[in-house]
């Protein structure tokens, strides 16, 4: 009977001790999700779209739809980052570039080709409130990348 | 806590709940080996970055797209032959193994990220479980099955903690919930989210029912009788998150749940 005590109290100790520490150990996790406050108003959410050949901009969405948040998230990092100085500056558009050039290469990979888009935006996306105290979007493009400007560094589309 | 705990009793439910476990994981490798590939090969790694070493130590080389196929076949096949009883001890260590190498380079995938992360405890649990072996009518101890219950309860009940330490008895003023909801509905287009965004009495009787359902899932473990009672609730949030927020945590946690019906299943089947 010793050892299935002896086992129960490891197996119980690690949940006991991640649960407490909120860390997470793979395959252990204190499962924090959903936990700490999102500050959507200083900062809202980055998505990237497509500007099609016609000129339609269309949101990038991806099989795998987690792709478009992850990428969002790092957007917004990055976007936090920023200052005035040059340095940063650099730091940021090179960031974002490698980034895009990911996303040029997954959507190639889904779409099979980038030939009916010409250009990425990433837009940031704010909410707020109304005057009947509905929520309410704000969409603003910071940014449009000519995917001329990616394919030197991503190569040709496989057309 | 009942007295079959270490001391042999009823009816032989660790083996019935190898065999339900085995079968439906199988069953969900099969039905997303094909998605699963896809995401493989997208090299998420190049996102998200590396995948998490076990236990924070280890880290999982990565491997080709051979391997993948491999793993997953191996996992398959030894869970296969877990629930048939083709040695079962050896199946559950091969799978236990082969789910760190199959699930490390695609645990970025929405459904799996977290979802599956009972899997591996519970194989290890099994593992050293002294029944695995023996037959349905057996008694047998029951320890093994309360840990895996156990297990269960630290998911919900460190999620309600970490939202308490973190936001107080705040986070159930709707608020919190409400951004999140709004969060999904800005970068993934969910209307869902964004209908129940637009209504904060909502997501404040929506925050207290998680918040109740998560610190008080532990009384299963003292009260089996309302076991049913949980699990039903659990279905049911597992079911909302994925209609509202695309996320998916049925999947994988499907097969643990099947714990909670290994008793019945087996005196059914003994009794046939």
């Given at each position: 009977m010793t050892f299935p005590i002896l086992f129960a109290v490891v197996i119980v100790g690690i949940q006991l001790f991640i649960t407490i520490s909120g860390k997470d150990a793979w395959p252990f996790?204190?499962?924090?999700?959903?936990s700490a406050p999102l500050d959507l108003t200083e900062f809202g959410v980055f998505r990237v779209a497509l500007e099609r050949q016609d000129g339609e901009i269309v949101w990038w969405r991806?099989?795998?739809?987690r792709y478009p948040e992850q990428v969002g998230k790092r957007i917004r990092g990055l976007r936090q980052l920023e200052n005035d100085t040059p340095k940063t500056r650099m730091v940021v558009a090179l960031e974002t570039r490698k980034l895009l050039i990911e996303v040029a290469r997954l959507i190639q990979q889904e779409e099979g080709g980038l030939e009916s888009y010409q250009a990425f935006h990433i837009i940031e996306r704010k909410p707020g409130i109304d005057r009947n105290n509905e929520i309410i979007i704000d969409d603003k493009t910071v940014a449009r990348i000519p995917f001329l400007d990616l394919t030197s560094q991503f190569g040709e589309p496989n057309s | 806590m009942p007295t079959q705990l270490f001391i042999p009793g009823g009816v032989n439910q660790v083996r019935m709940f190898l065999i339900l476990f085995c079968l439906t994981l199988a069953l969900q490798l099969i039905r997303n080996f094909g998605d699963q590939f896809n995401f493989f090969k997208t090299s998420p790694a190049k996102i998200y970055g590396d995948s998490p070493a076990v236990l924070g130590l280890f880290r999982i080389p990565r491997i080709s797209s051979g391997s993948f196929i491999l793993a997953g076949v191996v996992l398959f096949l030894s869970l296969l032959a877990a629930a048939l009883g083709v040695i079962p001890r050896v199946s559950v260590a091969v799978a236990l193994v082969c789910y760190f190498f199959y699930f490390s380079p695609i645990i970025s995938i929405s459904y799996v990220n977290r979802k599956t992360n009972l899997i591996p405890i519970a194989l290890m649990i099994l593992l050293f479980s002294p029944s695995i072996a023996r037959p349905l009518s057996e008694p047998t101890p029951e320890w093994p099955l309360v840990l895996i219950k156990i297990c269960i309860v630290q998911m919900y009940l460190s999620a309600g903690i970490q939202k308490l330490r973190r936001c107080g008895l705040k986070w159930t003023d709707g608020t919190f919930l409400r951004d999140y909801f709004l969060n999904h509905y800005l970068w993934g287009d969910m209307s869902a989210a964004m209908r129940l965004a637009q209504n904060l009495t909502l997501c404040r009787v929506l925050s207290i029912l998680v918040l109740a359902f998560e610190l008080t899932f532990w009384i299963i473990l003292f009260v089996p009788a309302l076991a049913y009672v949980y699990v039903v609730s659990g279905i049911l949030f597992h079911l909302g998150t994925w209609f509202t927020?695309?996320?998916?945590?049925?999947?994988?946690l499907m097969p643990v749940y099947t714990v909670f019906i290994a008793d019945v299943a087996c005196r059914w089947l003994v009794n046939r």
């Open positions: 996790s204190s499962y924090n999700m959903f991806s099989h795998f739809y | 927020m695309r996320i998916n945590y049925m999947k994988y």
